[in-house]
């Protein structure tokens, strides 16, 4: 079925268009915010279309030509095509949006911290060609994209992508399909290599080759690690304190925004108090949000060790780091460790529903949530209503520029 002469009035986090037609919302691929177009439906559901875009009828005033020439294959960004002002003005609406829908706020004004548009990310994950070509997903597919450049990734990430392929081409010529996946990771001076492999029997060939590599390199084989070349961490400076980040230990990916992330935070949370820094990863947001006097609880065992180290290096005096599921702490835990107040930053899916109502069951005043997804914050904000607390501060970081994503940070203090 075409649908002709509709408008997209709004951009799903994965990229869609929203189009109203006169009986059921259409989420619509390859659609620009704000253009009138012709549709074709390609699956009809109870309450939705899932259609396509097949005609522009009348550009966006907010689109713009996208600068990366692989972004109308590319999944990695989804709204390169219109001009940061209006990305800035959509996540707005996402935000305010989630929060009206699930916790029944209604905020007038949101205020989202502006990024750099470009060379941002401090890590990139790509795919691997039987023949060791670097590549993204295709949007809305798994089929690959190869790549040779990638705007979003740091400069020194996008200078040695060349020389990085050459690594992944010259492993593939000998041994064709052995390689899958690559993550690259850099600081300001380094480069970390974890190449996910399909086979142990490369390793001694890799190890040869590769031993003295400018590069650190490590393999990944299932679940065994293999060093290859130099360290399997990286150290990043942030807000002047050093903190040593392993291979598989979280790090936010964009260096300017986490440490406007975390002053927020600290603004958000006040002075002298003894925080719990649930899903604390390896203690950034913990060191660079609380300083000393921390509880961290996480469940990467690996990033717990190096919580502890970076506490040991930035001179933390009182702190303790425990390796466990966030859902260990109960009342009498927050009660015998003196917590003043709450740090939560969990995975997108949220908080457990028990953690909130071990919360509700203690006097913490005030709770500092850091979230990279407004849906499940949203939800979470209003179990947190539903036992006495209210919404009291907001605001969000453009972590990620050209996708529909951004970091929201909330105070939510019981009334
Ligand atoms: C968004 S990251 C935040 C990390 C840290 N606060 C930071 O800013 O670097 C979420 C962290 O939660 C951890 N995690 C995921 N599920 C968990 C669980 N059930 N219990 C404890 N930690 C968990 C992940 O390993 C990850 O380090």
Known sequence: MEIKDIKIIDILQD???VARTESKTAFVEKAVYGEICNIKVNKEKKNFFEAEKIKTLKKSPYYRKPPCPYFYECGGCSIMDINYKSQIEL??????NALLKSAKINIEELEIIESKEFSYRNKIRLQITKEGK?????KYSNDLVEIKDCLLAKDLIRENLGKIENITKEISKKYPNSLEEITIRANDKEILLNIKIKDEKIIPYIKNQYKNSYFNINLINKKEKTNISGKNYLIYNLLGKKFKITMNDFYQVNDNMTE???????DFLGENQK????FCGSATSSIAINGDN????EINKNAIKDAKGNAKENGLKDYKFIAKNANYIDHKFIKKEKIDAIVLDPPRAGLDKEIIKTIAKTKIKNIVYISCNPQTLARDINRFQNKGYKLDKIKA???FSETMHAEV????QKM
């Not at 925080?275 to 649930?278: A, G, R, S, T």
């Open 15 to 17: 990229g869609r268009g």
């Open 91 to 96: 996540k707005k609406n996402l935000i305010k």
């Open 134 to 138: 670097l590549a993204y997903n295709k």
């Open 260 to 266: 406007k992330l975390y002053k927020t935070a600290k």
């Open 275 to 278: 925080v719990l820094d649930l």
């Open 294 to 297: 921390v509880v961290g609880i």
């Open 397 to 399: 970081c453009d972590m």
């Open 409 to 412: 940070i909330a105070l939510i």
